[in-house]
């Protein structure tokens, strides 16, 4: 008698025994839905506490992209303080103006926020700088992501401050803040590495926090597919342009080989942090002369990007 092809067996959680939806590699664990929520919510929940990136009286804004590191943190944030009368969330969106892509993120984002009962501000580049990103990269498509980020940060700081925020939280997972430091060394700029990340607009500071720091960009998909939010959006069509693009496959493919490389790398800025903590290697942070944000030079980013983009 045959028994015909045999399925693959999906393997156990190692925590329970059902079907397993995830390998964590860097732990060698096989987890199902139930122990993945439950381990990314223990997991979150001590990055914030131990780095005190969220305290009782904070007004938290949220960058809430629609993509799928902003819609679980949001997610994950709305559990863990969705009730507490001590700490609020407000959703921050950042609308470039990216015709094909923007559109649909946004509604996902705006279907967010309606679900949850989150206060929603959005900030538009046109609204900000005069103009969609669209038109403000013609003829700098290969400098894309660099404007668009100087551009971004500053409309998300405007955001919070709209809120009347005590902090900034942003999606940035494990696979993100492994490429920036490698990106960084890329690019012979390593002191970025130390410089402080919150977000200061020249008038109140912001401190900018990350709660996904520690969590990989797969257990993301994974844990948005088991809460049943998942939703396969478009990419950014600037992206092909950047250099993240080759660092986040090189780095994907390095952690798949040798598991935990991600996290070592970000051992290394905290070791480096630690190193020039108090000391920012020569580099003095002053403030622009024009707009009053910090900058290590005379006039920073964005005025230089408005003198020679902008109208
Ligand atoms: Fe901006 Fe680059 Fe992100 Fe597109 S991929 S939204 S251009 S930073
Ligand atoms: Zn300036």
Redesign the pocket.
């Known amino acids: 008698m045959s028994l015909g092809p045999r399925r693959p067996v999906a393997p156990a959680c190692t925590l329970c025994g059902e079907p397993a939806v995830i390998h964590q590699r860097h732990t060698g664990r096989f987890l199902c839905g139930t122990h993945l929520i439950a381990d990314m919510e223990q997991r979150v929940s001590e990055t914030i506490v131990s780095r005190q990136q969220i305290v009782p009286g904070d007004c938290v804004a949220v960058g809430l992209s629609g993509g799928k590191d902003s819609t679980a943190l949001l997610l994950l944030l709305h559990h863990l303080f969705g009730s507490r009368n001590d700490i609020r969330l407000v959703a921050v969106t950042v609308d ?1 103006g ?1 015709d094909g ?1 923007r559109e649909a993120t946004a509604r996902s984002a705006e279907g967010l926020v309606r679900r949850l009962g989150v206060t929603h501000i959005t900030v538009s580049f046109g609204e900000l700088f005069g103009d969609t ?1 669209d038109t403000i990269l013609k003829g700098h498509k290969t400098q ?2 660099s404007i ?2 100087i551009l ?1 940060k500053k409309a998300l700081v405007t955001g919070a401050e709209r809120a009347g925020a005590t902090k900034l939280a942003t999606g940035h997972n494990l696979d993100d803040e492994a490429q920036s430091v490698l990106m960084n060394v890329l690019r012979g700029d390593l002191m970025r590495l130390v410089r402080n990340s919150g977000a200061d607009s020249g008038g109140r500071f912001i401190p900018r926090v990350k709660p996904l720091m520690y969590v990989q960009e797969k257990e993301i998909a994974t844990y948005l597919m088991v809460q049943g939010v998942w939703e396969d959006l478009p990419e ?4 092909i342009h ?1 250099l993240r693009r080759e660092v986040r496959s090189m780095l994907s493919e390095l952690e798949y080989r040798h598991p935990g490389t991600m996290l070592r790398l970000l051992e290394n800025k905290k070791k480096i942090e630690t190193a020039f903590s108090g000391n920012t290697g020569g580099e003095p942070v002053g403030r622009c002369r024009e707009c009053g944000d910090p900058c290590s030079g005379r006039t920073c980013q964005l005025c230089r990007i408005r003198h020679s983009l902008l109208h």
């Open positions: 470039e990216i892509y990103l894309a992501c668009c980020g971004r950014c069509p600037y992206a950047a």
